[in-house]
């Protein structure tokens, strides 16, 4: 039996998408950073047994820089396919898609200090009192 055509595009799709976001990982170095940090940053809230909304905040956080840095290369993609010659207005347009990656990355950063400080810091102070007794 044959799939109905709408599952066909929809999985499509889903694999258009992983190619994108595997080209890009294989591509650009920013994710050779953002990568082990979003790692890090998830393996730390599992030792923490982080509450939902910490969660939520981190998963958000990551979500949002890697999804400026895929944005971003899709932009430097297209630029070199349709603009390879040096151009002041196409500088201005890949600094400012560049400048959307920085936002998001300060952000994620600004998040991941107030969902993960404060749990960390109890656990840490915890560990250091206990290890004192
Ligand atoms: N065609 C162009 N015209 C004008 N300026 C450009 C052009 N291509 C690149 N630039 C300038 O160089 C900067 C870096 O562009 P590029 O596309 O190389 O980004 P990159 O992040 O360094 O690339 P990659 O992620 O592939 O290492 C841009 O922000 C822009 O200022």
Redesign the pocket.
């Known amino acids: 039996m044959t799939k109905p055509s709408s599952t066909i595009r929809c999985y499509q799709k889903f694999a258009f998408a992983v190619t994108g976001l595997i080209h890009a990982v294989k ?4 994710f050779w950073v953002h990568l082990p940090v979003a790692l890090a940053a998830m393996g730390i809230g599992y030792w923490l047994e982080l509450e939902p909304w910490r969660w939520v905040s981190i998963v958000v956080a990551i979500a949002m820089v890697l999804s400026s840095e895929l944005l ?2 899709a ?2 993609e297209m ?2 396919v349709v ?13 400012a ?2 400048a959307a990656v920085l936002v998001a990355a300060i952000a994620a950063a600004v998040i991941g200090v107030i969902a993960i400080g404060p749990p960390l810091w109890d656990t840490v102070f915890d560990l250091a009192t206990s290890s004192d007794q």
């Open positions: 591509t650009q170095n920013s971003n290369t932009i430097e630029v070199r603009h390879p010659s040096h151009d002041v207005q196409i500088g201005r347009a890949l600094d898609a560049a």
